[in-house]
């Protein structure tokens, strides 16, 4: 059964950039640069049959291509932090394309996802630190930003249960091709392809 979810790939360059912030907080379990990117919506486990209905709506989304730019530092969990993310700078066209791909899952009657959408690369999981650690940590990394880079595809990623991080397998991959109205191309990868052989 698919740990399926949607998500922005983080070019080379914005991954290079990210990966400099690793380093100078003793409780972190930094995410290798690879598996960097922006959720867009966690879809959960899923039986193969819903998989390939959420692979057919998901093609018929068109958006056009859009930027974005990486922005800030940040930890969630704010008594208790728990994880760090690079922050993403505001974007309706993010927002449109997220909000688009939430009513595709609402229509397949995948249960609404309660917490509210913050785009954001996470950068580590914390295991139980100080958090005078962390605020040190966020205080020297504040002025952190990317220039903007072009997203030209969303992408749908199956993980195996684990601890978070990866790996992630690419499942397919959908072209936006805009605007609105026109059929966005989508893009067949070599791995799993939904009769999905992850289990």
Avoid at 28 to 48: K, M, P
Avoid at 150 to 167: A, C, E, I, K, M
Avoid at 170 to 191: D, H
Wanted: hydrophobic share 40%.
């Amino acid at each position: 059964m698919p740990r399926l979810f949607t998500a922005l790939e983080i070019p080379r360059d914005a991954a290079l950039s990210l990966s400099f912030l690793r380093g100078g907080l003793p409780s972190a379990r930094w995410i290798d640069a690879e598996n960097y990117h922006i959720t867009l919506r966690f879809i959960g486990d899923v039986e193969s049959r819903l998989a390939d209905e959420i692979v057919a709506a998901l093609d018929r989304i068109s958006r056009a291509p859009f930027e974005v730019k990486l922005q800030g530092v940040g930890a969630f969990g704010s008594k208790k932090p728990h994880s760090l993310y690079a922050g993403v700078a505001p974007s309706p066209a993010l927002e449109a394309l997220q909000a688009d791909i939430e009513r595709a899952c609402r229509r397949l009657g995948l249960p609404s996802d309660i917490r509210r959408f913050v785009p954001h690369v996470t950068l580590a999981r914390l295991r139980q630190p100080k958090a005078d650690d962390v605020a040190h940590y966020l205080a020297g990394r504040g002025d952190f930003r990317t220039p903007a880079f072009p997203v030209g595809r969303f992408v749908l990623y199956s993980s195996r249960d684990s601890v978070g991080g990866g790996p992630y397998l690419l499942e397919e991959s959908y072209r936006l091709t805009g605007p609105a109205g026109t059929p966005n191309e989508r893009v067949g990868e070599g791995g799993a392809r939904l009769g999905l052989a992850v289990t």
